[in-house]
């Protein structure tokens, strides 16, 4: 039986959270298997969803409606997209972050420790920089910071210790080399949540998606209409302080910034006070969703 390539997550309950209006301009900038925007279809008549999508087997899923425009860039180039196809302003704005179902499932892409294949998790191909090249290229400094921060690695520095060392003797090209590398650094008792840590890490640094996700923000708050909404789905901590942070206060930070007469500078205003989590029910059915959460803001 073939695999579906992405289950969308939380599907009702982002969708909803647009509070889609017949008429607007809608934009899904993760749009991976058209989960999410074949069903913010089903709400628009007369307006448009415009689809973003960096990777090329994303672009193979692309439909053809009169209503959908597919884009295939990194949502971090949503402004000028948008502008190019002469939208200034849209009604709202879903993203689903992290690594789609099928990314993870396909060996080559080598976003997976369970898998052989090589190590290199970009999700645009076309970028000139792997996760190998960080593994081999970075300085011992680099790679201490990106395993602590991006990944929450205890061990950090024996780490780092073991893969320079072991680079020295020859380049680190492929998971299942650059598993032995770090070998003696992985306990067994929790060897998978050890290596989806250290994982995480090259990924989000070998796509800088933290970066692009501050850009993608900012971008956003100016992009939308006034009641315009921003839905966001997000898989790790990391990720989640900064959206959480930006819609609190409007920066990355969590600081917020009052005038004269106590109002918060934020232009954007949580619909959603507590963060929503997905059921016990779709957990089951789509284990990726367990860490997952949403948040929903509207343009003030």
Known sequence: MEQPYHIPVLLNESVEGLNIQKEGDYV????????????????IESGHLFGFDQDEDAANNAFDDPRFIFVRHNFKYIRNFLRYHGVEKVDGILADLGVSSHDFDVAERGFSFRFSG?????????????????????SEEQLIKIFREYG???????????????????????IDEFKAVIAECVSKKNEAKYLAKVFQALRI?????????????EQSAELLKPGGRLVVITYHSLEDRLVKNFIKAGNFEGKQEKDFYGNVSSVLK?????VMI??????????????????IAEKV
């Not at 950090?156 to 380049?171: F, H, M, S």
């Not at 089951?284 to 367990?290: Q, T």
């Open 28 to 43: 899904d900038v993760t749009f991976g298997g058209g989960g999410h925007s074949r069903e913010i279809l089903k709400f």
């Open 118 to 138: 090589a190590l290199d998790m970009r999700m645009n191909r076309d970028a000139k920089i792997t996760a190998a090249d960080v593994v081999n290229d970075y």
């Open 152 to 174: 929450e690695v205890d061990n950090a520095y024996r780490l780092t210790k073991q893969i320079v060392a072991a680079r020295q003797q020859q380049r680190i090209q492929t």
């Open 205 to 217: 640094e070998t796509n800088r998606e933290l970066d692009v996700l501050k850009d993608f923000l």
């Open 270 to 274: 949580a619909v959603n006070r507590k």
């Open 278 to 295: 997905p059921t016990d029910e779709e957990i089951a059915r789509n284990p990726r969703a367990r860490s997952a959460k949403l948040r």
